[in-house]
């Protein structure tokens, strides 16, 4: 089984930054895609960012505020957040997909107000 465990959530005000990180544990053999994910009150679930082998993908409403980064000897992925605006409040959740599935973190909240 796999675990992911989130941290880096929070308050904070408009322009701001925080850096979200989730670690990955258990049984990893091999890492396809890590990302980031997000759910904000009454919308679906959409994505971030992703980071694979090949490169990083980004949503386009967090081109040149976000950026995504992972170690790979700590199975570990980051989201540095700038220029945070009240629209991105939502909860983050972290993704994981490798050989055996697919796995969630359990998600932290980023809430983005004056």
């Known amino acids: 089984q796999v675990q992911l465990v989130e941290s880096g959530g929070g308050l904070v005000q408009p322009g701001g930054s925080l850096i979200l990180s989730c670690a990955a544990s258990?049984?990893?053999?091999?890492?396809?895609?890590m990302g980031w994910y997000r759910q904000a009150p009454g919308k679906e679930r959409e994505l971030v960012a992703t980071?694979?082998?090949?490169?990083?993908n980004y949503a386009d409403f967090v081109k040149g505020r976000f950026t995504i980064s992972r170690d790979n000897a700590k199975y570990t992925v980051y989201l540095q957040m700038n220029s945070l605006k009240p629209e991105d409040t939502a909860v983050y959740y972290c993704?994981?997909?490798?050989?055996?599935?697919?796995?969630w973190g359990q998600g932290t909240q980023v809430t983005v107000s004056s």
């Open positions: 980071i694979t082998r090949d490169g990083t």
């Open positions: 258990g049984r990893i053999f091999s890492i396809n895609v």
């Open positions: 993704y994981l997909h490798v050989g055996t599935g697919h796995y």
